[in-house]
């Protein structure tokens, strides 16, 4: 008996799967996670805060530190009270739905405490107070 040739083409080829498409997509994802990602604009000091029963996470995009030197800090730089709502304007541009935490020091005056939250009612930011849970 003879054997019929098949007409299928029996031999292998090498077979290289094209990845570009599929980097495409990746960086694509990348760069739409990075430009929508919400970053939290630091104080740039650590305060001792006052302790409270309970304890909610919160999950601010602008925290305001305000030590017990009376110092007030927001983003890493000191600024006075005076200079407070031109900052926070600038962040509130750059993300209008931002919503903002006082970080108090145990021994920061409180009336400073107060008008900066003052402020930021003024400002219309909806603002709470940082507390650590005992």
């Given at each position: 008996m003879a054997r019929r040739?098949?007409?299928?083409?029996?031999d292998e080829e090498d077979v290289e799967?094209?990845?570009?498409?599929?980097?495409?997509?990746v960086f694509i994802l990348l760069i739409f996670f990075i430009v929508t990602a919400v970053f939290v604009k630091e104080p740039g000091?650590?305060?001792?805060?006052?302790?409270?029963q309970t304890h909610e996470r919160e999950r601010p995009t602008i925290l305001v530190a305000v030590t017990a030197d009376d110092e007030i800090w927001v983003n890493r730089q000191v600024y006075q009270m005076n200079q407070l709502r031109n900052v926070l304007e600038q962040l509130r541009q750059e993300n209008p739905r931002a919503e903002a935490m006082i970080q108090g020091d145990g021994g920061a005056p409180i009336g400073t405490v107060l008008d900066v939250q003052e402020l930021l009612q003024d400002m219309q930011i909806p603002v709470t107070v940082s507390t650590r849970p005992r």
């Open positions: 040739q098949s007409r299928v083409n029996t799967l094209n990845m570009t498409p599929m980097l495409d997509v000091v650590d305060v001792e805060r006052p302790l409270t």
